[in-house]
């Protein structure tokens, strides 16, 4: 019976998920997104040109692979229509014929990145670092069952919906002091809808289970990481979906029963983006070397990204939640700058407790990582053979399958979808 993979980011996203999507897209038939929005940028590098998707499903490069947004998106005409016009341009690829978007995907409308934009300024000191993508406002529509899906610019009273929407969102705004051009986001909104007509819209419950009865392999895509899960993130600091296996399910119409491979993906060391919780942020000289090797800057936002070692109770925490099955490292090269490399084992919380779970107030409590060392393979390995790996590389790995009892069988050494070793 075929199954749906499912591959995610374990920590706090920007763990390298496009890339991976595009080296693993030649053995799947479907790759198809199941949560977030445009606030994810997967970016992947080859034949030396390098792009980023923000709600593409990372399969578009591959031309036998059919790309499915799945219903749990939430879906930007504008920049949709914007991504696909720029891959059509760089690449030469016609995205009519194997892109395809769920009917039931919500849509972000113009109102709701205002409202996004407004929320935040309104937290003042206590924002949560939101990309301003109007991501968080469409799924309260979504909850509140007041939003507008794809499925409804085919109805010929689509402008009624979209009017009567957008004036609830204005008697909101008119609390807030927002600059904007109407006319202006309006004209662009309905040009990018005339857009996606173009395109295949799809009862995607019944395609995906229809691909799955006749065979067919399939890579469920998700976006940003577990740690920002609505449910089981940092809460309040999350985002506005559930970013875990569970979310492919709910996003794509696919029983439990059939999920196959979880691909969890992480990090060789620590990132986040935006506010929250970070145990083991470096904010010394050590955290701005590994951001600049790293390049460590947020591919929608082009923030700088919080930087530090790697944090293992958060990555069995998600392993237990997603059901992992197979661990994929990104970024092995990066940490090649550094004589010694610490891996934090458990916490040490203010009572004086230790221990290697995530407590329930992660956001307040005083948290001090308890670190082990290793030392570092300070040598270059970017782009390096399996038999070339330098032994404190492999002895790293080994610590770290040893510690959280799942496989690592894939290590990144660079950004290229040739630079990948399959353990």
Request: proline share 4%; glycine share 10%; charged share 25%.
């Amino acid at each position: 019976m075929a199954k749906v993979d499912v591959l995610l980011g374990l920590q706090w996203g920007d763990e390298g998920k496009g890339k991976i999507v595009d080296v693993l897209a030649p053995k799947y038939d479907v790759v198809a997104r199941f949560q977030g929005g445009p606030n994810a940028g997967h970016t992947l590098e080859f034949d030396g040109k390098k792009h980023v998707l923000h709600q593409i499903p990372s399969g578009i490069f591959r031309e036998k692979t059919k790309n499915i947004i799945g219903n749990g998106v939430v879906l930007d005409p504008i920049v949709l229509k914007r991504e696909i016009e720029g891959v059509a341009a760089k690449f030469n690829i016609n995205l009519r014929e194997n892109l395809y978007i769920s009917k039931k995907a919500q849509l972000i409308i113009p109102t709701h990145r205002l409202l996004d934009q407004a929320y935040e300024t309104a937290k003042g000191i206590n924002k949560i670092g939101s990309t301003l993508k109007g991501i968080g406002p469409t799924y309260q529509d979504k909850i509140g069952r007041q939003g507008l899906r794809v499925g409804d610019i085919l109805a010929d009273n689509f402008k009624e919906k979209f009017k009567k929407l957008s004036d609830i969102h204005f008697a909101i705004l008119k609390e807030h002091t927002i600059d904007y051009n109407w006319s202006e986001l309006e004209t662009s909104f309905f040009e990018a809808i005339d857009f996606i007509k173009q395109f295949k819209l799809i009862d995607s419950e019944y395609a995906i289970n229809n691909e799955l009865n006749a065979g067919s392999s399939i890579l469920a895509e998700g976006a940003q990481g577990s740690l920002l899960d609505i449910d089981f993130g940092s809460y309040p600091f999350v985002t506005s979906s559930n970013t875990v296996t569970a979310g492919a399910c709910t996003g794509l119409g696919v029983a439990p029963s059939r999920i196959g491979e979880v691909y969890g993906i992480f990090k060789a060391y620590s990132t986040r983006v935006g506010s929250g919780p970070f145990p083991t942020e470096l904010l010394d000289e050590e955290g701005e070397r590994m951001r600049k090797e790293g390049n460590e800057f947020g591919s929608t936002t082009g923030r700088p990204r919080r930087c530090g070692w790697i944090d293992l109770p958060s990555l069995k925490y998600s392993i237990m939640i997603n059901g992992v099955t197979q661990l994929l490292m990104m970024k092995a090269d990066v940490l090649s700058i550094f004589p010694t490399i610490k891996i934090c084992t458990h916490y040490k919380l203010k009572d004086g407790t230790i221990s290697d779970t995530i407590p329930y107030e992660l956001v307040n409590e005083e948290i001090t990582p308890i670190y082990t060392e290793m030392k570092g393979w300070s040598c270059n390995v970017k782009g390096i053979l399996k038999e070339d790996m330098p032994k404190e590389l492999n002895e790293y790995i080994n610590f770290l399958e040893k510690e959280l009892k799942v496989p690592i069988t894939l290590v990144s050494t660079g950004p290229d979808r040739t630079q990948t070793i399959h353990r």
